[in-house]
């Protein structure tokens, strides 16, 4: 394993942008400590904020400190596993195709930014657009799974295709806006308009509130799907908090957004 602990006091952004399990495997420890990485607008060599030990001929990275500055970690990451050992700054896995990473204490903005496959697990908070699309960009994540233990902010989901998201705290407002399909799984009280212009794809809302849904869902039925038990009994697999009484719970399931068809699915804890 490639230990990186993070020595630096600055308050100036550092980008780590490339530095990924599957680059560093097969350099040595001063082809690591020359690698580049941006402080600010500064292009400087990753030795003068890391300091480096092991090696990652097994494809592992662990980071520690507070890296609450340090963005990009394990972004555009193909394979192998990353470990965070503190909090970790945005963008955390953004474009990523494989792998897994861990993060022990929280993270920042964009995690799983259009990532499009591998397994995020944030064990703490997370920011605003997780799993989401980039501005201007018509796809957010397509594919994988984004855990985060703990509260979330606004967007979450923004633009989806595929893949799984849960947030085991509180979330913010409009998640799943513009949502093409996959699931979002939000286990504490969260905001409001979720599935603003969502065009298939299933919320499920699991919390003990009952949120105000947007006039453009239509409630359907009373049910119980089973296809919901097995992506929960899934998630406690991952080592992801399940309380027992949401394996037997019924939902409300609402339609919509019929702005956009109302293939969309929003399903509300009874």
């Keep these: 394993m490639l230990t990186l602990r993070y020595t630096a006091g600055t308050t100036v952004p550092v980008e780590i942008e490339g530095f990924t399990p599957d680059f560093a495997r097969d350099k040595s420890a001063a ?22 030990s092991g090696d990652a001929s097994d494809g592992k ?33 953004s474009e990523m195709t494989g792998g897994h990473i861990h993060v022990d204490g929280d993270a920042g903005d964009w995690v799983g930014g259009e990532m499009r496959g591998g397994h995020i697990h944030v064990a703490g908070r997370a920011g605003h657009l997780i799993g989401a699309a980039y501005r201007g960009s018509r796809r957010g994540m397509t594919g994988g799974e984004i855990l985060i233990g703990g509260d979330a902010g606004n967007e979450i989901g923004h633009t989806m295709r595929r893949g799984l998201i849960a947030i085991g705290g509180n979330a913010g407002d409009t998640a799943g806006f513009n949502m093409l399909a996959g699931s979002i799984f939000l286990f504490g009280p969260s905001g409001i308009r979720h599935g603003a212009g969502m065009k298939r794809g299933t919320i499920a809302l699991l919390g003990d509130t009952d949120p105000t849904l947007l006039p453009t869902f239509r409630r359907a039925c009373r049910c119980q799907p089973i296809a919901i038990r097995l992506a929960l009994q899934t998630l406690r697999r991952r080592h992801f908090r399940v309380p027992d009484d949401l394996l037997a719970a019924q939902f409300h399931l609402h339609n919509g957004d019929f702005l956009e068809g109302g293939r969309g699915e929003i399903l509300v804890r009874v």
């Design 31 to 52: 082809d690591v400590e020359r690698f580049e990485i941006y402080h600010g607008n500064r292009k400087l060599p990753l030795a003068e904020f890391f300091a480096v």
């Design 61 to 93: 990275l662990a980071f520690e400190g507070n890296l609450a500055g340090v963005h990009w970690i394990g972004a555009k990451m193909t394979g192998g596993e990353i470990h965070v050992h503190g909090n970790a700054g945005r963008h955390l896995g």
